[in-house]
Each structure stands twice: as structure tokens, then as C-alpha cells.
């Protein structure tokens, strides 16, 4: 019998479609960066919201309550029970909780929005490792060719 010899296998790579594969990563990285910013400011929103009903059950006097998002005017505010909270449940469904469920549930949506950035930030690792894996490739083919281009004018010079 004889035995066969492996050649090397030579493999095809069209560079137009490697610019393009990295093209649209580039804006899967982007997309899930950004998708972590939002996850990220509804996690600390969360934690505001934890904290908000700690200190309104603690509070023996008139709180300042926010006018607004950004704080430009507060007013003051005498809560009517302290130790019920209405809670966002999800599908526009509220419901007053005591202070130690409304914590409970607002824990159970951290721990929700972690996982998510957690698998998230693993796609984005996965898609980065792809990207960077494309541009090496393609600085390497810009290398070949433009050393297979110096090769071919030094032999059209002689």
C-alpha cells in the first residue's frame, strides 16, 4: 500500500467579505456596549430604589421628594404609611408591598439585570475575540499583498 502525502491545503479568503464580517461585529460590539450602559443605569436605579425605601421607612420627619429627574425642585413630603412601597412587577402590573417584600423583589431584579449584564459581557467578549481575529487576518493579507506588489516591481524593474 502506499501512502499518500498530505499537500498543504491552500485556502481561498476573499478580503471584501472579511472587511465586511468585521464591519458588522463592529456594530454588534457597539450595540452590546451600549446595552450594558442600559443595563448598567437600570441596575443603579435599582439600588436608588432599595435605598430610597430604606430611608423613607427610617425617616421621623418630612422628606424632600424630587420634582423632577434631574433634582432642579424638590418639595417636602409626609408619606402616608412609611412601611408600604408600590412596586413595579413587571407588564405595567404594581403592587404595595411591605418594605422587606419591596426589597425582596427589588433584589430579585438586581440579581435579574446582573445575569443579563453577565451574558451580555460574554457575548461581547466572544464578538471582540472575533473582530480582532478578522483584522489580524486582514492585516496579514494587506501584508502579503503588498509584498507580493514589491515582489512583482522588482522584477518588472530588471
Do not use: C, W
Not at 476573499?14 to 472587511?19: F, G, H, I, V, W
Not at 403592587?95 to 446582573?114: H, N, P, Q, R, T
Request: net charge negative; aromatic share 4%; glycine share 4%.
Amino acid at each position: 500500500m502506499s501512502r499518500e502525502e498530505k499537500k498543504p491545503q491552500q485556502v481561498v479568503v476573499d478580503p471584501n467579505a472579511l472587511l465586511a464580517q468585521a464591519q458588522e461585529l463592529a456594530q454588534v460590539i457597539e450595540n452590546l456596549q451600549s446595552l450594558i450602559v442600559d443595563l448598567n443605569a437600570r441596575k443603579e436605579s435599582l439600588i436608588r430604589a432599595s435605598e430610597t425605601i430604606e430611608a423613607v421607612s427610617a425617616a421621623e420627619e418630612p422628606l424632600l421628594a424630587p420634582a423632577d429627574p434631574q433634582g432642579v425642585a424638590f418639595y417636602k413630603a409626609v408619606p402616608h404609611d412609611r412601611g408600604k412601597f408600590l412596586v413595579h412587577l413587571g407588564l405595567d402590573v404594581y403592587a404595595y408591598l411591605d418594605k422587606d417584600k419591596a426589597l425582596e423583589k427589588i433584589k430579585e431584579k438586581v440579581e435579574g439585570v446582573d445575569k443579563e449584564i453577565k451574558l451580555v459581557s460574554e457575548k461581547l467578549e466572544d464578538a471582540r475575540r472575533q473582530y480582532e481575529a478578522i483584522q489580524s487576518l486582514l492585516q496579514q493579507l494587506a501584508l502579503a499583498a503588498q509584498a507580493q506588489r514589491g515582489g512583482g516591481q522588482a522584477t518588472q524593474a530588471k
